[in-house]
């Protein structure tokens, strides 16, 4: 096949194709290449050469010039050498119509940078598990040998279980990198075991340690178990005719034996629930223990005492429970604001805005409805509580809903239901439409334009009576 084409010739670019930073070099032959690239004619012959300018004539393969898609020419040619020469440099020379060039191919580049290794303790939410365990995990990067021996230890002890890792990996000129994963049980963990991870390598070699109390330092010991009661919200109350009471044990080690009881004033027991453990800030598990109780048992104000037993503490927890008295109480003010004008002339989002203040206690919910249906609480945001005045204690909040344009204009209607203790009925509402705005004095952009203009033209037919009025009076006078 014959290629005619008018472009100009073009010299190729040169480049050394070499093995990977910390190639094995006991690799009997090495395989090293020069790439050339973006060159026309498709003319083009390679020549190998040693460190001491001497031709080499054997191990070299040459390979047919391919066209790519901008129109010129790629190739390559491989030299391989034997190991004993791995550390020599080698150049290649490209020879084509309008020249030659000659690039310096290193067989083995050294690894750019130190090796670097890290340990890293198991994550506490792995613990949650059923398996009760979690992982530690080493890594090292940069390494310059592909040959590497990882061992991890127990206690000083070899382990040979629980491990799983990956590599090295070929990182390029970053050289190879390791990973390795260490299975440990929660109960090793908080008995303070040690592990290292030991690696060993060509021109590197480390070993690195962790444990409970390598991880914390100073903070190691634990706060103490403690137990919060958690008063249940007006909502619950409310819809559910029910008040439901939290008892929350923090700072727990272990769940393990933990037992939490609910009884009334007379020492009844009441059925308690206990909800799965959570994890901490500070690595500590913390669990959530509920009952419900009568609502009106709650309103007048019986008492409720939790208990905690755990084998951390030497005597059980006990905490009581009770609805405060709130002074200076005061009933919400509720005030539905329609979106504004701006928003609706952009024809995209429309904020209906609901505004409660003035309350106290500040426990309260606001829900929305539209055409009667209550919204999902992902289509509004409510704020919370905001103390506007401390003398007396009063609160403030606002809810605010997203709806499109389309359905504000399609005329539908919005609610604001607000509940809160001391309302008449323990819950208000406030509607409002696109017609209800119109009739409450909103009007939109349009209509606003043509209410200003009749402002004017009526403020000047007003001053044109009055003069006219006092015109004829004057000229009356003078007759007279």
């Not at 979106?339 to 203040?357: F, G, I, Y």
């Amino acid at each position: 096949m014959v290629t005619v084409t008018t472009a100009s010739p073009a010299a190729p670019s040169l480049f050394p194709l070499y093995p990977s930073c910390g190639t094995d070099t006991s690799q009997d032959p090495i395989a090293l290449g020069c790439l050339a690239k973006d060159f026309l004619p498709e003319t083009i012959d390679f020549a190998w050469s040693d460190n001491k300018n001497d031709s080499i004539a054997n191990g070299i393969k040459k390979f047919t010039p391919i066209l790519n898609t901008a129109g010129t020419y790629i190739t390559t040619t491989q030299l391989s050498v034997p190991a004993s020469k791995s550390h020599e440099i080698f150049y290649c020379t490209a020879t084509y119509p309008t020249g030659k060039g000659t690039i310096k191919v290193p067989p083995t580049p050294p690894c750019s940078g130190e090796s670097s290794m890290t340990i890293r303790p198991p994550a506490r939410d792995q613990f949650l598990e059923p398996n009760k365990t979690s992982t530690i995990i080493c890594s090292v990067k940069k390494l310059c040998s592909q040959t590497v021996t990882l061992k991890w230890l127990k206690e000083g002890v070899e382990v040979s279980s629980g491990i799983h890792t990956v590599g090295p990996v070929s990182s390029g000129p970053n050289g190879y990198t390791l990973l390795s994963e260490l299975t440990v049980s929660e109960t090793d963990w908080d008995n303070d075991r040690v592990y290292s991870c030991k690696v060993e390598s060509k021109n590197f070699s480390d070993i690195r340690n962790t444990s409970k109390s390598f991880e914390c330092g100073s903070d190691c010991s634990s706060p103490e178990i403690g137990a919060l009661l958690i008063p249940p919200n007006f909502a619950d109350i409310y819809i559910r005719k029910s008040a439901i009471l939290t008892c929350r044990v923090i700072n727990m080690q272990s769940t393990e034996g933990l037992n939490v009881i609910w009884t009334k004033e007379d020492g009844k027991e009441l059925k308690t629930s206990i909800g799965d453990r959570k994890v901490q800030s500070n690595g500590l598990f913390s669990v959530d223990a509920t009952t419900s109780v009568c609502a009106d048992e709650w309103e007048r104000g019986d008492k409720y005492t939790c208990k905690v037993a755990h084998p951390e503490l030497i005597f059980p927890l006990k905490n009581t429970l009770t609805k405060e008295p709130v002074t200076n109480s005061h009933a919400p003010s509720v005030y539905i604001f329609p979106p504004p004008s701006e928003q609706l002339a952009l024809r995209e989002a429309a904020t209906v805005t609901c505004l409660v203040k003035g309350f106290n206690p500040p426990d309260l919910f606001i829900k929305w409805l539209s055409n009667g249906e209550e919204l999902n609480a992902s289509k509004y945001i409510n704020t919370e509580p905001i103390l506007e005045s401390s003398q007396p204690p009063l609160y403030f909040a606002y809810s605010t809903l997203n709806i499109n344009e389309q359905e504000w204009n399609a005329g539908n209607t919005y609610t604001c239901l607000v509940g809160h203790e001391k309302l008449p009925l323990q819950v208000t509402q406030r509607t409002v439409d696109k017609s209800t705005v119109y009739l409450d004095g909103f009007v939109d952009a349009e209509e606003e334009d043509f209410y200003n203009l009749w402002t004017t033209a009526s403020t000047f037919i007003i001053l044109f009576l009055l003069s006219l009025f006092y015109s004829t009076t004057v000229t009356l006078i003078k007759v007279k």
